[in-house]
């Protein structure tokens, strides 16, 4: 009797998938990637592909089906050059078939990110600092930093120059990275007294000064403006901070310690991330 059952529900469930049309799997498929589940986007867009190739929709479902792709697994998806070579090819694809207001710039960043990591681009040949804020937000989201910025103070003077020279007010995710990178570089200024003493006039001209104030203002900016990824770190970061400047009965420490363990943060997982990198 159980195994008719099972039977007559894995039927029934057949039937109701036979029995979804077009719109249905390629909105589903939306909806995931819109909530970031980019394997299942990945999944309904494969089967609008394979099921329905002559649908007005073919262009758009291939292009949140490259999407996904990327954000699902960014480093290996595939063969790095052959991505390269497949990437470029669906971006004059969409540029073509696709209305102008299609976002193409988190593909052509994914290309561009892999020539650098294959050397088929040099990055002493790329103006970093003529990056559009869409790039450089995939960059960062990459794990990537520019190559003028390998140190905490020369970090801090890149992302100084490049705020200069664009409007990025509308940007929130990006100002929360660059207030979280900013934070990172002026605490591992904090915490190297050597460094600390030798650079206060670098600071200064770079509006960084006093220390402890500016990593308190680029953690608030973090915090406030950032997506879950960058508030949690934001907050790991300002316990770090706190606590070293032996103010663990404070409020500050006591707001993000707070917001950790609501979370349901452990202890043991609660690791300071120093790493200039994401």
């Known amino acids: 009797m159980k195994r008719i059952i099972l039977l ?5 469930m057949a039937l109701q998938c036979s029995a979804l049309n077009p719109r249905e799997v390629f909105d589903a498929g939306k909806r995931a990637f819109e909530l970031g589940n980019w394997r299942e986007a990945e999944q309904f867009f494969s089967r609008f592909l394979k099921t329905w ?5 073919v262009n758009d479902a291939d292009y949140f ?32 078939k696709l209305p102008e207001t299609a976002d193409l710039s988190e593909m052509q960043a994914d290309v561009d990110f892999l020539k650098m990591e294959t050397g088929t681009a040099s990055p002493t040949k790329i103006n970093f600092l ?9 960059f960062f989201d990459r794990g990537w930093l520019p190559p003028e910025g ?6 801090l003077s890149w992302l100084q120059n490049w705020s200069k020279s664009r409007d990025f007010s509308n940007f929130s995710n990006l100002r929360s990275k660059i207030a979280l990178l900013s934070s990172k570089a002026l ?24 220390i402890q104030k500016a990593i308190r203002d680029n953690l608030k900016i973090a915090y406030d403006l950032g997506d879950l990824e960058v508030k949690r770190n934001t907050a790991l970061l300002g316990v770090s901070f706190e606590y070293l400047k032996n103010e663990r009965k404070g409020s500050k420490f006591q707001f993000w310690q707070n917001y950790l363990y609501e979370r349901g943060l452990s202890s043991q997982d609660a690791w300071c991330p120093i790493s200039l990198k994401k």
Do not use: G, V, Y
């Open 53 to 57: 190739p002559e649908n007005p929709l």
């Open 8 to 12: 007559l529900f894995f039927s029934f």
């Open 150 to 155: 390998k140190d905490p103070i020369s970090l």
């Open 187 to 210: 605490f591992m200024i904090f915490i190297s007294p050597l460094a600390n003493d030798s650079l206060e006039e670098k600071l200064k001209k770079l509006d960084f000064w006093p």
């Open 130 to 138: 003529q990056l559009s804020p869409e790039t450089l937000l995939h």
């Open 65 to 96: 089906l490259n999407l996904s792709a990327i954000r699902l697994n960014p480093d290996q998806t595939e063969d790095k050059l052959k991505k390269i070579a497949s990437l470029s090819e669906k971006i004059k694809l969409f540029k073509a």
